[in-house]
């Protein structure tokens, strides 16, 4: 059996924690606004509705509003999921023709609040977003506060290993349990969801292995011969058969990044060494290789580094505050694995997608 611990038991990329603090002594102490990139279009069929949560997680906010709006639970879009344990900004659609119209503003549920509401012509899909904002507070650190800005002043620069964080896994790994049960012979979980999230924790779990091997050699951040290479921000990848200066140039400016596999068979897009490396970590993980490969998934890559945009910090006492901003896909944990030695092993609250 493969244990949370063991999968989120990862190397740090720029010379390990500097120091400890508590996460998450209240959940104003995690506060995510989701970055979606664009306005409402202020007309159509749709209503955007921007909600405040606390206690209560996206799929059961999605519930509420279509109660309230009689309607079925299919027809409320969001873009990502956020954690039940946090403070989150996060955007749903529901349709107009709803039992509530238009007079959404003020609408309050158990754990939310509707801040805003206008008009737009597509319901929200997932993975509709840009990124994520964070606010989030260390409590009670303690390490060298030198240390820990020279540390963060490093990140801002130089980003860090894009992990998968432990919510990927589920409360205490449950995600990746039910995958091997799953590939086990005891049959899918009965819900679409839970199929989902198990096919995408066994991915994670060899994608984090991948990136991993690439971090203790040193190489998670620059591009290899016979890497796929992703552009920054998009979901643009290419094969690079032989790097050259000005490949390498790109890498260094943080505009392009090397990937590692989202597994779903051996037929990767990779080629040489980087193929060899990645087939011989999911070969640690056969059960799950083995089960994604009988999935019928699409091939896709996940970029190994993730730019820590618009950092910034304060120090209150023994608290310290930090800001920044991740593109979506990526996750808090991986920016507080590189600062602080519990970030991953502690049930902390995140934003995904």
Known sequence: MIELTELMNLPCAHGGAVGSARLRAAPEDFVVREWLGFEADGEGDHLLLKVRKRGANTMWVAKQLAKMAKVHPRDVGFAGLK?????????????????????????????????????????????????????????????????????????????VPNYFGPQRFGRGGQNIKSALA????????????????????????????VLAERVR????????????????????????????????????????????PMWHGDSLLSTGAVAELEAGVARRYQALADGLAKAGLEPERRPLRVPVRELSWRIEGSDVHLQFRLQRGSFATAVLHELIGNAFLADTPEADV
């Open 182 to 209: 799953w590939f086990g012979g005891e049959g899918p979980p009965p819900e679409r969801m839970e199929r989902g999230f198990a096919l995408s924790a066994a991915r994670s779990a060899i994608f984090n292995a």
């Open 217 to 260: 050699a040193e190489n998670w951040n620059r591009l290899l011969d016979g890497d796929v290479v992703n552009l920054n921000g998009s979901g643009s990848f290419f094969p690079v058969a032989t790097v050259d200066d000005t490949l390498r140039e790109r890498c260094g400016q943080i505009d392009i990044h090397p990937t590692g």
């Open 83 to 159: 954690d039940r344990d946090a403070v989150a900004e996060q955007a749903f659609t529901v349709p107009v023709r709803s039992a509530v119209g238009t007079n959404w503003v003020g609408v309050t549920g158990d754990g939310f609040e509707v801040l805003s509401a206008e008009r737009q012509r597509r319901k929200l899909k997932r993975g509709a977003l840009k990124g994520n904002d964070f606010m989030i507070v260390l409590r009670e650190f303690d390490g060298d506060i030198a240390v820990l800005e020279q540390r963060l002043q490093t990140l801002a620069a130089a980003g």
